[in-house]
């Protein structure tokens, strides 16, 4: 077994552990170029089992092939950990600012998110420091948070 093979194979039983999908066989076919045109060779596996499949191509190059119906299953759950990252982002520093309701601090500072996305219509990824995006907030709307030096000084 030459050395590119064995590093192919160890490529996709690494792929294949991190899907654990380990226990179903791996389809593997050799990617071979004819003039204007690419033909698949089945090398091991069945083209009925499972995703995704690997193709090896003539400069030992790995890829891989899924159906549209499993990138949209992976795409839509990297958006949903996406969404839950940033909740989880955004929660952790509302409640660095002790917020008295949270809903209504979460809803302002969605509105201010809002906002900056509008004010960047052109941009489809926006960097956004949610700390201060908070501060902002509490410096606009005051009433939303403790105030820590009042309560302190018994002027609740």
């Given at each position: 077994m030459?050395?590119?093979?064995?590093c192919i194979d160890e490529k996709i039983d690494e792929i294949h552990e991190i899907l654990g999908d380990d226990k179903n066989e791996k389809t593997i076919f050799e990617i071979v170029d004819s003039d204007d045109k690419k033909m698949l060779t089945l090398k091991s596996g069945s083209w009925n089992s499972s995703e995704p499949w690997f193709g090896v191509d003539g400069?030992?190059?790995l890829h891989t092939m899924v159906s549209i119906k499993s990138l949209t299953k992976f795409i839509e759950s990297y958006r949903n950990l996406?969404?839950?990252?940033?909740?989880l982002r955004l929660e952790r520093s509302i409640a660095q600012h002790l917020p008295i309701d949270f809903g209504d601090v979460w809803t302002v500072c969605m509105?201010?998110?809002?906002?900056i996305a509008l004010e960047n219509p052109k941009s489809t990824t926006l960097n956004i420091?949610?700390?201060?995006?908070?501060?902002?907030?509490?410096?606009?709307?005051?009433?939303?948070f403790i105030d820590l030096e009042r309560v302190r000084r018994g002027n609740l």
């Amino acid at each position: 077994m030459s050395e590119d093979k064995r590093c192919i194979d160890e490529k996709i039983d690494e792929i294949h552990e991190i899907l654990g999908d380990d226990k179903n066989e791996k389809t593997i076919f050799e990617i071979v170029d004819s003039d204007d045109k690419k033909m698949l060779t089945l090398k091991s596996g069945s083209w009925n089992s499972s995703e995704p499949w690997f193709g090896v191509d003539g400069d030992q190059n790995l890829h891989t092939m899924v159906s549209i119906k499993s990138l949209t299953k992976f795409i839509e759950s990297y958006r949903n950990l996406a969404r839950e990252n940033f909740d989880l982002r955004l929660e952790r520093s509302i409640a660095q600012h002790l917020p008295i309701d949270f809903g209504d601090v979460w809803t302002v500072c969605m509105d201010e998110i809002r906002r900056i996305a509008l004010e960047n219509p052109k941009s489809t990824t926006l960097n956004i420091d949610l700390n201060e995006i908070v501060s902002k907030v509490k410096q606009d709307h005051p009433n939303l948070f403790i105030d820590l030096e009042r309560v302190r000084r018994g002027n609740l």
